[in-house]
């Protein structure tokens, strides 16, 4: 766990080395952003049909669509796993700007300084260094930002009813606009506050979902908050290309595969 204040808007901060079990990986939309400091050979990114290579690593705001990942035969990095709203702080444009685009981590936080970075890690004594200094760095980058507070407020809500929380109700609570709060979530995660719950309510069914086992869809599909089956069946397509039953198959693969892997739950083989 990340020591305050950082532990308001990271999740955690992890060292990630050795071979991926596939080349190609798919991470689904889930409701957290991510910074990944590369120290290995470049990796690739592909959103849609557009792709890109990373040598010195990427930030990603919250994503509204699947992201594919290729890895070289050995990759070695450390990241932040960031709370939707937690990248603000760090960046110096409008998260809005970085929706479902990728970039690296010196358009964000400049060549020089990343170059910097990225030597001490790799000069670092081993992974609890690398990660201490992973977080000095991000102590020494954080900054004010308008309307987080609102926003972390907001997005708590939104999580604790996995997406159900009526929006409208959400801005009147705060007393503010539906205006100001959408102005205020993409400023600051890149999504508006209906997306959002758009995103945990889809992963609370994937968290919810068992692939080891039969599935019941309609079920899974009405404890998730989904109108109905067809409802739930179309917004996964949107979210991940593959239809709910597919991507069980592609989960069970990767169970088969590499059974108790600490990738399994999440990203999954390139389809």
Known sequence: MPRPPLDALIDDVYYLAGAAPYARLTLPPMPAALLIVNL??????????????????????????????????????????VKPWGLAPFLPMPAAELRDRPVPVEQVWGRAAVAELR??????????????????????????????????HTSGLIAATRGAAPIGGLSEAAGVSSTLMARRFKETIGVTPKRLARTYRFAAAVFALDPAGPVDWGDLAARAGYFDQAHFGHEFREFTGLTPTRYVDVRRRFLREHPGHALDGWPLPAD
């Open 119 to 152: 030597d001490r890690l790799a000069a670092a004594a081993g992974p609890r260094e690398m990660l201490t200094m992973l977080e000095d760095e991000l102590m020494r980058r954080l900054r004010s930002t308008a309307g987080l507070g609102l926003v972390r």
């Open 40 to 81: 290995g050979a470049p990796f690739r990114i592909r959103t849609g049909a557009e792709a890109a290579e990373f040598a010195d690593g990427c930030v990603i705001t919250t994503p509204t669509r699947a992201l594919e990942f290729g890895y070289p035969p050995r990759t070695r990095s450390v990241g932040v796993h």
